[in-house]
């Protein structure tokens, strides 16, 4: 089902039949006509560069192209990646040219694609995601270091050698000895390629419309014809005289390690387009049109059928490429018919162009893929390797390559992302500080068995009697960490002490399936035992509440009754269900005063003499399985709470205006001075069902009237001129999803409507913000910057770059 048309209302005439009036539809969408032109005119200066990359006849990446386009682009799982020649398979390749000759380098393509098919056979695509990004983007930046050292020579006039540190012992003598023809063309290429998308002005702006490599090669081709200047040239034999593959020749080992290293980088790199593809269609803004999530083991058998293709016909190796993949999705295509499209247009190129394509200087290529390989070398990837603590990880990958070799570089990788993966396991530091009286005991990392000696004897440094404070700072603890520090507490308690497990970061996982020796803590009960922490770094005055914690192996309190068999027995335990209830409820609040209360007493206590300063103001339904505490992991005093039937916000003036929400609205913004305003919806909510249901006019009763304030956002939804909200990767599940969306969406229009917002907002002292929780997979959800599009929000409570602004 499409993101943005409700069942039923996509196709207003049958999808394959003729639409009314007589006029046939084509059989290409315009959107990817267009998207194919453009990936086209980026597809063939690259091609012709990687293949002089890597020293292959030059028609073999006019092959690759090609075959990438049709074959892939028909049997992929990714719709809207556009395969061929890339940049990340320029060193294996070389090296395989190098080693081998090329026309066994195109029986190891061809025992690639083989291999891809078997890996695809049996599903086993997702794996790859399982690599460390930090060894994927190494390896990518070690290609492009060794891509960008190499075609410097060519950019210079020279030749390059098939190593990276002869490349660079070579660089002095090459420049000493500078092709003046070749060094100015290959300027001319870089300047036009840096300056060509930052033209100024609404003519730059159409301008820009044209890809910026091939005004960079079309220009100094054309430079180089009118000033007739001698230099290497683009030289495309007859298609007759053109190598297909060969039986491979040589040692088996070597041809095996060959065919893993061409299999590896291809289906790592494509696996990993397709993902990059899923969320560039995901994000991009506007109706989306029914473009379905990429079959990723489909994906890889395409990938295998095309490597397999081209290795037969003498072409390079191929995998998904990010820059024509980004350009097909960018131009607005709709279907795999634009990758498809593309390549038939290098076929047309490669048997009608051939003069034009003869006047390309090969300088002018190689600065075209110089520029590529330095592209590949991201700082935004170093940045975030840098922040996750995995700089090492990328360093001795990125090292690897460059100076090993592509397989060896990614072995040396995982193997440091293992070692440094299972330092962090067993590094735990534990202290013992004694402040006035308080012993503190803090513990920094994961709580392993390799770590409870030095735990036990830090915990028996407290004196009998005393009162202790251990400080949980990890994320895991394993059972023997939890029955040590659980035997030390249950001893020390008993010896008259006292001990509080507290923490300042995430929750503590525990391998126990529960962490009481008694009864399962029931809802507002905090187990004594729980070393659980609250999320986030909070103020050294703030509560430490375990808003979670609680909800543990939660159940109904209430028994499953059968149906009655009479209105007597009916009444009878109806009765029953309620002096149940009753009971549940007395001894949930003898469990919040007998554990929780002694807790949150000194909190509650500041609360009470300081007054109440919450920073945000949260908007949400009654529906009982939403526990705000819980999803925002707040305590008191942290949410200035608004709850009704269907998280409404009546819109000034409304005819059946309701004043309750409108008095909080005011008060949170005018007297606590919020930051911040959530609206926040949830799946499955009944009042949205009610909507969808109800009939026109709506009942006479107080929910009927109450509902009223929710039919703008059935107007927006039958509104197809509007955009219509939805999540990040995924369409809606049903309707009533899609009216929770609309929803959240529309209460912010009515937010922005009250005057105190508009004028907090108007003074940049407010945000607003739009939240969705999906119940069933206990995901929250928040609204991006565009208004349209819901992000999941990640554990470590980052989500997409773009969608971290309010709305």
Not at 589 to 608: H, K
Request: charged share 15%; glycine share 10%.
């Amino acid at each position: 089902m499409s993101a943005c048309a409700p069942p039923h209302t996509q196709h207003p005439h049958p999808p394959h039949g003729p639409p009314p009036g007589g006029r046939r539809r084509l059989p290409v969408a315009s959107a990817d006509l267009s998207a194919s032109v453009a990936v086209f005119l980026i597809a063939l200066p690259l091609s012709l560069g990687i293949a002089l990359a890597t020293g292959a006849p030059l028609q073999a990446g006019l092959v690759a192209a090609a075959v990438g386009g049709l074959v892939a682009g028909r049997l992929g799982g990714c719709p809207l990646q556009v395969s061929g020649p890339a940049a990340g398979l320029t060193v294996v390749t070389a090296d395989l040219i190098h080693r081998y000759g090329w026309r066994t380098t195109c029986g190891i393509t061809v025992l690639a694609g083989l291999a891809q098919l078997g890996l695809g056979c049996l599903r086993v695509a997702r794996g790859a995601l399982a690599v460390s990004p930090a060894v994927v983007h190494g390896m990518l930046a070690g290609i492009g270091i060794t891509i960008a050292v190499a075609q410097l020579h060519i950019v210079l006039g020279g030749n390059p050698d098939s190593s990276v540190l002869a490349n660079l012992r070579a660089l002095p003598a090459q420049l000493a000895h500078l092709q003046p023809a070749a060094v100015s063309m290959s300027v001319l290429t870089l300047a036009l390629l840096l300056a060509w998308p930052r033209l100024p002005g609404r003519t730059g702006q159409v301008l820009r419309h044209v890809p910026a490599a091939l005004v960079a090669v079309a220009g100094a081709t054309g430079t180089a014809a009118l000033t007739g200047l001698a230099l290497p040239r683009v030289d495309l034999p007859s298609w007759r005289s053109h190598a297909l593959a060969g039986l491979p020749e040589g040692p088996a080992p070597g041809l095996a390690a060959a065919v893993l290293t061409t299999t590896l980088v291809c289906s790592v790199q494509s696996l990993l387009g397709a993902v990059a593809v899923d969320r560039l269609v995901a994000a991009r803004p506007g109706p989306v049109p029914r473009v379905g999530r990429s079959d990723l083991d489909r994906e890889l058998l395409g990938q295998g059928a095309a490597n397999m293709v081209s290795g037969a016909l003498g072409g390079l190796p191929v995998a998904g490429v990010a820059v024509r993949s980004t350009a097909n999705v960018k131009s607005g295509a709709v279907s795999r018919n634009s990758t498809m499209l593309h390549g038939v247009l290098v076929v047309v190129a490669a048997l009608l162009m051939v003069p034009a394509l003869e006047e390309i200087p090969l300088a002018s290529l190689a600065a075209l893929v110089m520029a590529v390989g330095i592209q590949m070398v991201s700082l935004h990837h170093i940045r975030t390797v840098t922040r996750h603590r995995e700089v090492l990880v990328y360093a001795a990958t990125t090292l690897g390559v460059v100076l090993l070799g592509v397989l060896e570089g990614v072995l040396l990788g995982i193997a440091v992302a293992v070692a440094l993966a299972l330092r962090r396991l067993t590094r735990t530091r534990i202290t013992h500080e004694d402040k006035e009286g308080v012993h503190h005991v803090r513990i920094r990392g994961q709580l392993t068995f390799l770590a409870v000696p030095r735990l036990s004897r830090s915990l028996h440094l407290v004196p009998q009697g005393a009162h202790a404070v251990v400080e949980l700072d990890g994320s895991f603890m394993d059972h023997a960490a939890y029955e040590s520090l659980q035997d030390w507490r249950t001893s020390h308690t008993a010896h008259g002490g006292t001990a509080e497990l507290t923490g300042r970061r995430g929750g503590i996982r525990t391998a126990e399936p529960t962490l009481t020796t008694g009864p399962t803590p029931t809802a507002g009960q905090a187990p004594p035992t729980e070393p659980a922490t609250p999320t986030g770094p909070p103020p050294p005055a703030r509560c430490r509440c375990r808003p979670w914690t609680p909800w543990r192996n939660h159940r109904s309190c209430l028994p499953e009754a059968a149906a009655p068999a009479s209105q007597d027995a009916a009444r009878e335990a109806g009765g029953d269900t309620g002096r149940e209830a009753g009971r549940e409820l007395a001894r949930g609040i003898g469990s919040f005063q007998r554990n929780t209360a002694p807790l949150v007493r000194a909190e509650l206590a500041r609360l009470a003499r300081e007054g109440q300063r919450p920073a945000q103001l949260f908007l949400t339904c009654a529906d009982s399985r939403l526990v705000t505490s819980m999803i925002t992991a707040s305590g008191p005093g942290d949410l200035f709470v608004v709850r009704n039937v269907g998280n409404l916000v009546p819109a000034p003036g409304e005819e059946y205006g309701d004043d309750s929400v409108a008095a909080a609205v005011e008060y949170a913004v005018d007297v606590l001075k919020v930051r911040s305003i959530t609206v926040c919806g949830h799946s499955g909510c009944g009042a949205m069902q009610a909507l969808l249901t109800a009939e026109p006019g709506g009942a006479a009763t107080p929910l009927g009237r109450w509902l009223r304030h929710g039919l703008p956002s059935l107007e927006r939804l039958a509104d197809e001129r509007r955009a219509r909200p939805r999540l990040a990767g995924r369409a809606p599940a049903d309707a009533v999803e899609q009216l929770c969306l609309t929803n959240v969406v529309q209460q912010l229009e009515h937010l922005r409507a009250h005057a105190p917002v508009a004028r907090a907002l108007a003074a940049g002292e407010l945000e607003l913000h739009g939240m969705y929780f999906h119940v069933g997979e206990a995901q929250a959800y928040l609204l991006g910057r565009t208004g349209t599009v819901f992000a999941d929000v990640r554990e470590d409570g980052s989500a997409a770059e773009e969608l971290r602004s309010p709305v």
